[in-house]
């Protein structure tokens, strides 16, 4: 008899203990889901910022900048939060930053690489070349 009371007593336990650490999880995925907003906002806006960017020191600015806002996000919560992101959630990020980093070097290359029209380059050599005569 002692041992069923012993059985229902850690039955109850268990099922104690794990009523519980749902409760934190539910507690910590509210925190995933404000760093995923967070996250989402931030790229977003400075997907546009480099995208504006008129020269190559606003985008290097804004490049870093958004890099420092991003790890004050990131450690602003406990550590393993983003692990409790969810899948969409992961997806979404990822398809932000994938956008993000297109932006960023499509400008940048825009910016060092200027397109040149074709009708502003010359056909022919603008120098006069004289070739000198053959004296066979």
């Given amino acids: ?7 229902a007593i850690l ?3 268990f099922i104690c203990l ?10 910590d995925r509210g925190n995933a889901t404000d760093m995923f907003e967070r996250i989402c906002k931030l790229t977003k806006e400075y997907t546009e910022k480099v995208e504006q960017a008129e020269d190559s ?8 900048d958004f890099e420092d806002r991003l790890d004050k996000i990131s450690f602003s919560y406990p550590p393993d939060t983003d692990l409790l992101l969810t899948e969409g959630q992961n997806d979404t ?6 956008e993000y980093v297109k932006s960023r070097d ?3 290359h825009e910016i ?9 380059l010359t056909v022919t050599d603008s120098v006069p ?3 000198p005569e053959s004296h066979e």
């Fill in 93 to 98: 990020i990822h398809d932000l930053m994938q």
């Fill in 112 to 120: 060092l690489r200027p397109v040149v029209e074709l009708d502003s």
């Fill in 18 to 27: 794990s009523g519980c650490t749902q409760e934190k999880k539910s507690k």
């Fill in 129 to 131: 070349v004289e070739i």
């Fill in 57 to 64: 020191a606003s985008w290097a600015a804004a490049c870093i």
């Fill in 11 to 13: 039955a109850a336990g």
């Fill in 1 to 7: 008899m002692n041992i069923r009371l012993l059985y």
């Fill in 106 to 108: 499509g400008r940048i």
